[in-house]
């Protein structure tokens, strides 16, 4: 069993940079695979980051050279999404997830253990 608390969503500007934490609890941490999602209103939910416990990574083409997931597997065990050159585009609900393996979180958007979201808008 997991729990996922995400923060630090909130409204910045074109060009802006946020932060956004997910706490996880839980035995799992320490070797699940944790991402991040996105769902915009009237769009498919989409996988943004995700990073293995070895620090393997992946990321949504779009998102590319503007955004790095990071986490940290002491005792904090907490994954973070840096985010900068925000884009409007980029304004969705940002969901923590975790699962086994990144093939299974690009396969479909269904499964693991999920967090309540935060919003994130970009507009100016």
């Known amino acids: 069993q997991a729990q996922l608390q995400e923060s630090g969503g909130g409204l910045v500007q074109p060009g802006g940079s946020l932060r956004l934490s997910c706490a996880v609890s839980?035995?799992?941490?320490?070797?699940?695979?944790m991402g991040w999602y996105r769902q915009a209103p009237g769009k498919q939910r989409e996988l943004v980051a995700a990073?293995?416990?070895?620090?393997?990574?992946?990321y949504l083409d779009s998102v590319k050279g503007r955004f790095t997931i990071s986490r940290d597997n002491n005792a904090e065990n907490t994954v973070y999404l840096q985010m900068n050159s925000l884009k409007p585009d980029d304004t969705a609900v940002y969901y923590c997830?975790?699962?086994?393996?990144?093939?299974?979180?690009?396969?479909?958007?269904?499964?693991?253990?999920w967090g309540q979201g935060t919003q994130v808008t970009v507009s100016s």
């Open positions: 997830n975790t699962r086994l393996t990144i093939a299974a979180m690009i396969r479909s958007t269904a499964g693991g253990y």
């Open positions: 839980g035995s799992i941490f320490s070797i699940a695979v």
């Open positions: 990073i293995t416990d070895d620090g393997d990574t992946h």
